[in-house]
């Protein structure tokens, strides 16, 4: 059954936020194009799936021109993604709506720490729903053409999903598997890092590691495996990932920020985390 949410801020008439299907594929595909984001149609319908009741979109006078999703690790921590209002809508309440009907919708499966990653447009909106500012990351880039080539053979140990875990700050096990089916994954014995085809570039990320020394082999692996336009988000002062990337000729093209909110922050461990997985969903 489809939830459909009625704002009490505009006339009935104008604004309603109802749940994401995967008949609005195509829709979140068009909004995310117009701001240059790598998302797949497998990316959205990952999400849409993941969290089924979730994920929304914003109708204005009954035309569909926002979505925001919701992504949850058990009541531990979730995430705020996929944040977008067509151009010619902005500046109307519409972004809040859908980022507090993700919040309500969050609150209540019970989840106690809800995370976002924050462009500087949007990071002004957040803080006044009460997000807090945690740390920044970087995305960096090589150029060249979309050519995602490789092959998508996915699979993860249970000790690296458990040291993912340790990484991470929460068990995303389930989100993870589901990624990773998708991607390719590169092993060593206390390290992983995955590629994912995007529309826009080649996604590196996560790279999790227990053991410095291994990444650098394994990156390199990773990006020999990659032809073309890569994207790799890395925590803001990571000195090995920032020289690899610098090493492999991708160079930093913008900041976002990780911003948290709730009883209490679910913190993680950035020094084992060289690529994040997604801004999308942590």
Request: aromatic letters at 8%; charged letters at 20%; glycine letters at 10%.
């Amino acid at each position: 059954m489809i939830t459909r949410y009625r704002i009490r801020s505009m006339s009935q008439t104008q604004l309603h936020i109802r749940q994401m299907t995967l008949g609005d594929i195509d829709l979140a595909m068009r909004l995310k194009d117009q701001v240059g984001w790598n998302q797949t149609p497998d990316d959205i319908r990952r999400l849409i799936e993941y969290e089924p009741e979730g994920c929304f979109i914003a109708e204005f006078d009954g035309v569909p021109v926002g979505t925001v999703s919701t992504t949850s690790y058990g009541q531990k921590v979730a995430w705020i993604g996929m944040m977008l209002v067509l151009p010619e809508y902005r500046r109307r309440g519409i972004a809040r709506q859908l980022i507090q009907a993700g919040i309500d919708y969050l609150q209540r499966q019970g989840v106690t720490c809800i995370k976002l990653d924050a462009t500087p447009l949007g990071q002004p909106l957040y803080e006044q729903l009460d997000f807090y500012a945690e740390w920044g990351f970087q995305r960096w880039e090589r150029e060249g053409e979309n050519v995602p080539t490789f092959p998508l053979d996915g699979a993860l140990s249970a000790e690296l999903v458990a040291m993912d875990e340790v990484a991470f700050g929460a068990d995303r096990s389930r989100w993870l598997n589901s990624v990773a089916s998708g991607c390719r994954v590169f092993t060593a014995p206390s390290t992983f890092g995955m590629l994912r085809p995007g529309s826009v570039a080649t996604y590196l990320g996560p790279v999790v590691s227990e053991d410095s020394s291994e990444v650098a082999a394994l990156v390199g692996e990773m990006l020999s495996s990659a032809q073309g336009r890569v994207f790799w988000d890395i925590p803001t002062g990571n000195a090995l990932s920032e020289s690899l990337a610098a090493k492999h000729g991708l160079v930093p093209v913008r900041q976002l920020l990780r911003m948290w909110s709730g009883h209490a922050n679910v913190a993680g461990r950035t020094d084992l985390q060289f690529a994040l997985l997604d801004p999308t969903t942590g």
